[in-house]
């Protein structure tokens, strides 16, 4: 009997390929795959302990032995980013407060952490989604919950989610991991000498967790792309044969929108969503987001989710160099003048991400529905939204016209 090997197919030699000759795909391993406690202990996806570590950082009175550090840095930072209308505190208060009468609960009438502070007098109110979704109006019932018990104290409420995802109830302020990724960094760089060693560790931990699992990590995209260039035959045959990750739906959605690249310029997708700009926005929006990893023109795009049983439409915009352009954009389309469908913003927007438009734009009983039947649907309910919004780039083209002029 022979000893020699069959036939290897181009698809084996593909995978052997990806598997053998890969450093970048060991680096990768190397940066996301170190030991993690948090990982270990199973944190990545579960509110609750998310919520606890939070939590017994964010309490003056815990082990950690940092009194305020933490409370005070993440107090300045969403009081800062916050729209002045819904700030508990100024800012600058905070940074010379003592911050006195500090009270951490969990819990508290369901809401995930809840603030309390005698002076300055505050009440600041946290509720953690990393993996479910908002339901049951239950932002609307804990805002009504702190009022009824903390009458007129000044008191906040703040939506910290993975994505930055919009709250039904206009009251919670938009706050996201990256953020909270943000504060603790800075904290943690500026005090190194006076934190104790193991609290160091496990704060350098749960950092790791965050910067490698919930926010875009430049060095992550580039090893990524590297990886896809050189043995794209392979990923896409892991992915078509194993469906990980995402919807067929989902999945179908993106096919159809890289394939029409006259009418969509595809940004990127998530096992949830997919980011897209319509070609002729694409053409006038001016290259002034700041994201190193992300084209420059892709700080105002579209976000097609789909799960939970529906199909939601987003307008965006993340952070830019010209925050007075981005405003003047932001105007001109949306609220009932501009004549886009987009309700009037109540709030400022935000130096960082903001939602500018929400529209659920299709539901349906299944959690995984066959593409076939709704990605029609889907489609000429985008196709609808496109013709909706048809005036856009001329609105888009005179504002950067006369921006380019003031240069």
């Known amino acids: ?25 060991l680096q990768l391993e190397e940066r996301i795959g170190r030991f993690n406690i948090f990982d270990a202990l199973g944190i990545v996806n579960a509110e ?20 305020p550090l933490f409370l005070k840095a993440f107090l300045m930072d969403l009081f800062r980013q916050s729209p002045l209308e819904l700030r508990a505190i100024n800012p600058v208060k905070i940074d010379g407060a003592e911050l006195r009468g500090v009270d951490i609960r969990r819990e508290w009438r369901h809401i995930d952490i809840l603030i309390t502070c005698e002076d300055p007098k505050f009440v600041i109110a946290i509720e953690n989604k990393v993996g479910s979704k908002e339901h049951s109006k239950q932002l609307e019932r804990y805002r009504k919950a702190v009022k009824e018990k903390f009458g007129d104290i000044h008191n906040q409420f703040v939506f910290l989610t993975r994505d930055g995802d919009e709250p039904t109830d206009e009251d919670w302020t938009v706050y996201t991991y990256e953020d909270i990724h943000r504060v603790l960094l800075r904290a943690r760089n500026t005090n190194a000498t006076s934190i104790g060693d193991d609290v160091l560790a496990f704060l350098d931990h749960y950092i790791r967790l965050i910067g490698s699992r919930f926010m875009d990590d430049p060095k992550i995209d580039e090893l990524c792309q590297t990886i896809y260039k050189n043995h794209r035959a392979a990923i896409e045959m892991i992915v078509e044969r194993t469906k990980v990750g995402r919807s067929e739906l989902l999945g179908a959605l993106e096919d159809l929108i890289r394939s029409d690249k006259d009418r969509w310029v595809f940004i990127n997708s998530t ?3 997919i980011a897209l700009i319509p070609r002729q926005w694409y053409e006038v929006i001016p290259p002034i987001g700041t994201k190193p990893s992300q ?28 925050e007075h352009l981005r405003r003047r954009i932001a105007q001109a389309i949306t609220g009932k003048k501009a004549g886009f469908g987009l309700k009037d913003r109540k709030k400022e927007l935000t130096p960082a991400w903001n939602s500018l438009g929400l529209r659920h734009i299709d539901k349906w009983t299944e959690d995984d529905p066959d593409p076939v039947t709704l990605l029609p649907k889907v489609e000429k309910l985008l196709d609808k939204l496109d013709q909706e919004m048809a005036r856009v780039p001329s609105v888009l083209k005179k504002i950067v016209g006369e921006w380019e002029k003031k240069k």
């Open 48 to 67: 609750i302990r998310h919520s606890k570590f939070l939590a017994w950082l964010l309490d003056p009175n815990e082990s950690h032995g940092q009194g």
């Open 1 to 25: 009997m022979s000893n020699r090997e069959p036939t290897q197919t181009a698809d084996y030699k593909a995978l052997e390929e990806f598997v053998v000759n890969n450093d970048e795909l």
């Open 271 to 273: 096992s949830r969503s």
């Open 295 to 322: 084209d420059p023109k892709s700080w105002l795009w579209w976000d097609i989710w789909c799960y939970n049983g529906s199909c939601r439409w987003r307008l965006c915009c993340g952070k830019v160099k010209d």
